[in-house]
């Protein structure tokens, strides 16, 4: 492979998810990059108003790369509307830099305009990554259509996470030679390290919560409508035994809502545990038997917390436009997957996750774990350098 360029990549905030993939890539690859952040949220306290929980993650996010804060100047700084990233800086420190080519995470904001138009008028190469699907929509009207080709047509390179991601780009023109496969990862060995003692940590929950010997479902995320917490609550009160149990993680608009739900209807079990940080996660996987993510919509680009469960053996089910199902959750194989606006169809996969057998369900946590196992860090850094390669053919 050719020497890889020294690249700068433009990222809206330290993720959870995308920290450990620069630390990982930096260790185990002689790729020259720095990442340029323009806000701070994650590695500062402050609230979400999804959660509705003021945090910071409880892991670094920072260490083990190079990456540099721009500042922002919004008023109202964020990722909810274009001008939540707001950065005059941005370029001045890009030319300050010198990179040979340009990695954009998304396209949406003022500053990332910016840096691609910077980019352009220096001839340096853009490198695309996103993770939008147009599972469960109807493809934008012809004038966005037509923006989105001559947008993507910019870029001489387009890493993609998965199948539906890569229909997405196919769709809007991205020939296939400028496709990539770089796939949403998580940190696995953080999570397979804290396995053991996640293990103690779940069983002592288990105990806490009253749910010793019952087969636990759990949701963990944000309360939100396109979750569909609600529905994945009225399916398990109008399936479930009194050996069921559902477990909520999170915190929310719909809060009122569920504990509302759930206080009507004492019988099946049903608990509510708060917000968990990013080092309490792995207990909470292991607390379940099945891990539920019913989101309907283009709202669920991908679903991370999937992999994460996955990583633990948990098997999973999900709604068919949850953006990663086609990678991940097989039905039969590595879990359930149901049509995201049938709620009686979402009762029966809870009420088939509920009576799988111990055995059965053991199968598919083997499967998830094996199923995951080919969307590591490993195989996204393997996907960037290809399309980074890429590069220095044309």
């Known amino acids: 492979m050719n020497p890889p360029v020294r690249l700068a990549i433009v990222l809206s905030h330290p993720v959870q998810y995308y920290s450990p993939w620069f630390r990982w890539l930096r260790a185990n690859t002689p790729l020259d990059f720095k990442v340029f952040y323009l806000w701070d949220f994650g590695v500062t306290r402050q609230r979400d108003p999804q959660f509705g929980a003021t945090f910071q993650w409880d892991v670094d996010l920072l260490d083990g790369y190079d990456s540099e804060f721009v500042p922002n100047v919004a008023r109202d700084p964020g990722t909810h509307h274009i001008r939540g990233l707001d950065n005059p800086e941005l370029t001045a420190r890009l030319a300050a830099w010198r990179p040979e080519a340009v990695l954009l995470f998304g396209y949406n904001w003022l500053s990332l305009q910016r840096a691609r138009l910077w980019a352009r008028r220096n001839r340096l190469p853009l490198v695309f990554r996103g993770d939008s699907h147009l599972l469960g929509r109807m493809g934008p009207g012809l004038l966005r259509r037509l923006m989105l080709w001559l947008l993507y047509r910019q870029f001489a390179a387009v890493t993609y996470v998965g199948a539906a991601n890569r229909e997405y780009f196919r769709a809007f023109g991205v020939p296939e030679r400028k496709l990539f496969f770089a796939p949403h990862a998580v940190d ?190 490993q195989q996204a850094g393997d996907g960037l350098m290809a399309a980074l390669a890429s590069l220095r053919r044309r």
């Open 188 to 377: 696995s060995d953080r999570f397979l390290a804290a396995a053991p003692a996640a293990r103690a940590q779940a069983a002592a929950l288990r105990t806490e919560l009253g749910l010793t010997g019952k087969r636990v479902l759990l949701f963990a995320g944000k309360f939100v409508a396109n979750k569909q917490p609600l529905e994945l609550l009225r399916a398990f009160l109008s399936v479930a035994g009194p050996d069921d149990a559902l477990v909520f993680v999170g915190d929310g608009a719909e809060k009122a809502a569920l504990t509302a739900l759930a206080a009507a209807h004492p019988d099946p079990c049903v608990r509510f545990l708060p917000f968990a940080n990013q080092t309490e996660m792995p207990a909470r996987y292991l607390l379940a038997d099945v891990f539920a993510l019913p989101s309907r919509g283009a709202y669920e680009t991908w679903g991370l917390a999937v992999n994460e469960a996955m990583h633990l053996g948990v098997p999973c089910l999900v709604s068919d436009l949850v953006g990663c199902q086609r990678d991940l959750v097989r039905p039969g194989e590595t879990g359930w997957v149901f049509p995201a606006n049938d709620l009686a169809a979402l009762a029966e996969a809870v009420h088939q996750a509920l009576i799988a057998s111990p055995g059965e369900l053991s199968r598919l946590g083997r499967n998830a774990l094996a199923r995951v196992s080919h969307y590591t860090y």
